[in-house]
């Protein structure tokens, strides 16, 4: 079973897919009114009044919106929905709605192979932050008629309507198959699922639709000849082993590829990228489009088997610094699983570092309850509305939603491709007068108008805060302050190879030498710094693209005149040899503070495989073996966890 979504906002383009399909039935709630459910459809509800059609205005006018804070998209036609924020109690008071499930027709499916059920849905997949308690969907199937279930997919949560698609494989060839679409509160007071346009096709061509065009992989609306082409093909039909695919650069001659080998399954997104790279780009604005005309050796009759689009040419590229921004939060449990892993990982690949081209920012938020972080404040909130958060952890790379997995790749490839723009920064802190200054230094590679800021974000580079709630006592790369203000310095316009510069001077600061509970602490809603700026803070700038919040290029600095030194751990010249390893591996390092010393090796998911050493050491060299006879082949993180900090270095057994 596969299920894959195409978001139905303003940027997006709906795909006409059922040419060349059969019709099993549809139905698009437009009928019956005053609540009423369409003819053959019913329902199995714990909460009243369970489902009903209604337009859409009525949700969003009455409550899902504000519980949000934001505004939700137009929908122009009458619905089908479970209303769980208006008609299932109050927030004090819910009335559980467990199972509400609405039932289609019985249908039959003799003689069709290939069937899915498509459907398009409004469904957040809210958590409420007191109770942590989230909402969910299911879709689900049967053969006899509803007289047994078979849970088929999830529903997916988004803040945009969804098209999605679920196989309906299970109920092959069934002559009483029937669906049912399941929405349970979890017991608490949420939103609800909206749903409009089901129905049901049976596949019977090879065809495909071309939905995005990439150049340099990204969108920032901005390339160079050498960068690759990259474009989205969604299955609009059976099941894809190869197909040919061609793009041309302002009409010259075509670039032809096949792709051969593929299983692509029917409504299925996956790019492709072509070998040969651009070349014939000019100055200005260039069109590229790119062509799919054959699939399974099939001429390809999808409606949008061929796209274009524009890019603005580069002069000249250079090599990205890549940006995380992450949203946390010392009172959110998740977030400290999250951190458990996700620091030590940072660590380990030495972000924030002269040289490493990754930046890391994390902006701590003032919930879930008690909702006290000492590190929230405004500048903090005007990048969480920026973004839309509204659950944390989250975090965004190069300005995007992450969708990763391997969260060491993803920093990885946060650099991977090249930038169009030359930045550098100036951080000073002068520790008489208690003042910061940040001269930023943007140089674009291309000429371009538009709604771009150029945002300054001042850091502490680590501290420690005991009046969590989580257990979570380390934190890093904390924003302090964004300057002059969490909205940037708004650019209109770029012009190729003319520098612009961004300063803010004078900016006074205070600070002091906590000590860990300290009532001196930062309190919420205040720019102090935890430590001692000069020895202890960050700056990180970039460059951000409003239109589309892709981050075209961010870089990092130190204060002035300060080395970049570990002020953490009190752990230096670490070394891990042999290194790959397959029989053990020995572990030195310098410890500049007796303490205790807790060495472990851990994966890349957190989860520790090995309990290394847990000892006192004093200050001086250190030996420790590291056994790895039981330790699966694979990459690894060697903590080393002292009372001061953490550092890590990988590990790799083959």
Known sequence: MKKLLLALSVACTVFS?????????????????????????????TGAPGWKTQMWAAPTTTGWGSALGATLPTHATQIVLVDDWNDSGTVA???????????????????????????????????????NKTERAYI?????????????????????????????APLSSSATARLAIRYTDATDHLLGLALDSAEVYNLNTSKAAVTNIYYNNNVDGIS??????????????????????????????????????????PYALANYQFTTMISGAVAGTNTIVVTVDSVNSIVNADADSSRSTTFTYASATANRQGLIEEFSSSTCPPCKSFNDFYDPLCVSMNVNTAGTD?????????????????????????????????GIPDHFVNGLPS????????????????????????????TVTKKLGVTVTVTPRFTKSGSYTVHTVVMDKYYENTTNTTGQLKYYHVMRKCLPSGAGHPVSSWTDGVPQTFTDTGIAY????WTLGSA????????????????????????????????LQSVWSLPAGLASISTMAKVENIEVFPNPTKDGANLKFYLQEEGDVRVTLMDYTGKVVSEVTNQHMNVGTQNVKINTTNIARGSYIVLIATETGNRAERLTVE
Do not use: C
């Open 140 to 168: 689900l199937g049967s053969t006899n008629s509803g007289s047994t279930w078979t849970v088929l997919d999830s529903v997916d949560g988004a803040t945009v309507w969804l098209r999605q698609h679920v196989d309906l």
């Open 17 to 45: 897919m059922n040419a060349g399909a059969q019709l099993v039935w549809s139905e698009d709630f437009d009928g019956p009114s005053g609540g009423t459910l369409p003819a053959g459809w019913s329902q199995g509800s």
């Open 224 to 265: 160079a000849n050498g960068q690759p082409v990259a474009f989205r093909l969604q299955n609009t039909g059976l099941p894809i082993s190869s197909f040919r695919a061609k793009y041309t650069i302002n009409g010259g001659a075509p670039v032809t590829q096949t792709f051969t080998g593929l299983t692509h399954a």
């Open 520 to 551: 001196s602490y930062p309190a919420q809603n205040e720019y102090k710094f935890w430590s001692n700026p000069y020895l202890g803070s960050e700056v990180v700038a970039y460059v951000q693209d409003n239109a589309t919040k892709s981050v």
């Open 358 to 390: 990754i930046n890391v920012i994390k902006y701590q938020m003032n919930w879930p309850s008690p909702g006290n972080d000492r590190s929230f404040n405004a500048d903090g909130n005007t990048r969480r509305t920026y973004y839309g958060v509204t």
């Open 510 to 513: 205070t600070n002091g030498n």
């Open 93 to 131: 008071v819910p009335i559980s709605n467990l199972h509400d499930t609405l039932k289609t027709p019985v249908f039959s499916l003799a003689g069709y192979s290939n069937a899915w059920f498509n459907f398009t849905s409004f469904f957040v997949k809210a958590t409420r932050n007191t109770t």
């Open 403 to 430: 969708v990763a997995t391997d969260y060491a790749a993803e920093l990885t490839n946060s650099k991977a491709l090249k930038a169009f723009v030359d930045m550098s920064v100036n951080y000073t802190v002068d």
